[in-house]
């Protein structure tokens, strides 16, 4: 298994087409089961630099029944990738293992993990200086940690909490 690397691209424009591609392909799966489904994360965010995963999120009432969606879910290539730390979404790679093409989440609809990752995706698409701001950082990270991409997420974390809260309070930097 290739260990994942960070690979910044130039935004592009098909992420959001492969986006609703991936969205119907879901629905035609699992769409009875889930509430709504969110393009999120960096390539759902116009002219953003990112790594070329497109993030979806999908909404459920109920995280417990998702072990029932890792049947139809993997008819399309989607992988559930079981992570025991995470107690409050599910989540299914497709693609290469190790670096993947799609991430799917799953997590409660209205939960604060759903509310939180549309507050920042919301916030940059409304403040592009902001954005740049985070993409000036995502490239610095990068350039420091491109053979270790935990680290790379878990340093972007203080600017996403400080983003979601700016967001929360109605703020606008």
């Given at each position: ?104 989440h799953i997590c409660e609809f209205n939960s604060s993990e759903w509310n939180e990752k549309l507050l920042f995706r919301d ?26 991409r935990p680290t790379y997420t878990m340093k972007k974390e203080p600017f996403i909490k400080t983003i979601i809260e700016k ?7």
């Amino acid at each position: 298994m290739t260990k994942p690397t960070v690979n910044l691209v130039k935004y592009n424009p098909n992420w959001k087409l492969q986006f609703e591609y991936e969205k119907k392909r879901i629905n035609t799966m699992i769409g009875n089961k889930v509430v709504e489904i969110e393009h999120i994360g960096s390539t759902s965010i116009k002219g953003l630099d990112s790594k070329p995963i497109i993030d979806i999120m999908a909404g459920v009432q109920d995280l417990e029944k998702v072990a029932t969606f890792v049947p139809p879910l993997s008819k399309i290539e989607y992988e559930y990738v079981p992570k025991p730390e995470l107690t409050y979404r599910k989540f299914f790679r497709k693609g290469m293992q190790g670096q993947g093409t799609c991430h799917l989440h799953i997590c409660e609809f209205n939960s604060s993990e759903w509310n939180e990752k549309l507050l920042f995706r919301d916030y940059l698409r409304l403040h592009p200086n902001i954005a740049q701001a985070y993409v000036s950082l995502k490239k610095e990270l990068a350039a420091n940690y491109k053979f270790d991409r935990p680290t790379y997420t878990m340093k972007k974390e203080p600017f996403i909490k400080t983003i979601i809260e700016k967001a929360k309070k109605g703020d606008s930097l």
